[in-house]
């Protein structure tokens, strides 16, 4: 399940597949903050972009 949080409260949500990414968040309001949850695989390919 794709999920995404907001980076300026913490909260976290699901979101539909195919679905696009919430503009604001449901929670403090705050424009722009939403963002994908990073998964392992991105944590992994961000450490093999650094090599
Ligand atoms: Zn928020």
Redesign the pocket.
């Known amino acids: 399940m794709p999920s995404v949080y ?1 980076e ?2 913490g ?1 976290k949500s699901e979101i539909k597949k195919g679905k696009p990414m919430p503009k604001k ?1 449901q ?2 309001d ?1 424009k722009g ?1 939403v963002k994908p949850v990073k998964t392992a695989q991105d944590l992994l390919d961000e450490v093999s972009r650094l090599k």
């Open positions: 907001c300026s409260c909260f968040c929670y403090c705050s903050t």
